[in-house]
């Protein structure tokens, strides 16, 4: 069965210091990972896309298909980057069904 | 225009009401959703669009009802809702049902009396 697993609820973390969100899939195909993010109050973004490899506002992520992970990276956490972070895997099914982990609420503390 | 614009933001409305909910994109985008979102929880899927027409039903109860009357527009008609319904209802779009990144709206927030 498809699924995404964030296995944090809550990472709390100081200003400055390194983060990793946590995501593994359970999928068969070739996955298409996304991060999504949630703002207090805003909308839903969209932070990465595992085939473009950029890197936005400070954040990588790498696909790591041996270990089935897509975990999130940033070297130097700001206070700005509190909000909840949504892992997606897009099925190749041509369905646009999404895949939702149950998200990490990531607080960063001054 | 990059944005999903949702109408109206809040919304409270009594178990006997009728209402819809509207969502609009001019990025050409040719696949809608509907999603139901609750506090601290992800996004469930509802509806999928497809060049208008319905492609997905997630097996929605039929007090919810979706329409699609352009290709940048949708709406959900709500009628005889249930407390259960209170959510954030977002709506996204995407080029194509393919790989693309879904654009999501701000959302409406329902809550039933």
């Known amino acids: 069965a498809q699924r995404v697993t964030q296995p944090e609820k809550l990472l709390s973390v100081f200003k400055g210091a390194p983060v990793e969100l946590k995501c593994n899939y359970s999928y068969s195909g070739s996955p298409e990972l996304f991060w999504y993010v949630q703002y207090s109050r805003q909308r839903l973004q969209l932070l990465l896309r595992h085939i473009s490899r950029e890197s936005i506002k400070g954040f990588t992520a790498d696909l790591n298909k041996g270990e089935t992970s897509f975990h999130l990276k940033k070297p130097f956490a700001q206070e700005e980057d509190s909000a909840m972070y949504y892992c997606a895997l897009n099925l190749a099914s041509n369905t646009g069904k999404l895949i939702f982990g149950q998200g990490t609420t990531l607080q960063v503390k001054p | 225009d990059t944005e999903v614009t949702q109408t109206p933001k809040h919304l409270v409305m009594g178990m006997t009401n009728k209402k819809s909910l509207k969502c609009e994109q001019h990025?050409?985008?040719?696949?809608m959703y509907w999603y139901k979102q609750k506090a601290k929880k992800p996004p469930e899927l509802m509806f999928v669009y497809s060049y208008e027409k319905l492609s997905i039903n997630e097996s929605v109860p039929s007090r919810f009802s979706p329409e699609c009357p352009n290709s940048s527009l949708l709406n959900l008609h709500l009628h005889a809702l249930q407390p259960e319904d209170s959510a954030l209802y977002l709506c996204?779009?995407?080029?194509?049902?393919?790989?693309?990144?879904?654009?999501f709206g701000d959302g409406t927030r329902l809550s039933i009396l």
């Open positions: 990025m050409g985008h040719r696949a």
């Open positions: 996204a779009s995407s080029q194509g049902l393919g790989r693309q990144p879904q654009h």
